[in-house]
């Protein structure tokens, strides 16, 4: 089992990027996937999730409306399209998948992760 996170870069403020995860090993459908984001002397936070018993995908505040999660199950890859970035949205990202999840935001609630890629927003 394993997810592959990719896609990450150095970005001017305002810039995009895609992310993207390709999970082997196993089939995503089933599963709440989430992604996170680390930076640096802080702690791990949530940016998104897919919960499949509701069907919807829940975003953080910090990045509602600039940032897009989706899915491809006949790939199994999920991406994360990253749109007006900026400086504070420096970080580690990661994708995650879980059985289980019940609340998005709850790291531990994850069965799986890949292992990060870094996106840095500067000019």
């Known amino acids: 089992v394993q997810l592959q996170a990719s896609g990450g870069g150095l970005v001017q403020p305002g810039g995009s990027l895609r992310l993207s995860c390709a999970a082997s090993?196993?089939?995503?459908?089933?599963?709440?996937i989430g992604w996170f984001r680390q930076a640096p002397g802080k702690e791990r936070e949530g940016v998104s999730c897919?919960?499949?018993?509701?069907?919807?995908?829940i975003y953080s505040n910090s990045v509602k409306g600039r940032f897009t999660a989706s899915r491809d199950y006949a790939k199994n890859m999920v991406y994360l399209q990253m749109n007006s970035l900026k400086p504070e949205d420096t970080a580690v990202y990661y994708c995650?998948?879980?059985?289980?999840?019940?609340?998005?935001?709850?790291?531990?609630?994850?069965?799986?992760w890949g292992q990060g890629t870094q996106v840095t927003v500067s000019s």
């Open positions: 090993g196993f089939t995503l459908d089933g599963y709440a």
């Open positions: 897919w919960l499949n018993k509701d069907e919807i995908t």
């Open positions: 995650a998948v879980g059985l289980g999840v019940s609340i998005c935001a709850l790291p531990y609630q994850y069965d799986y």
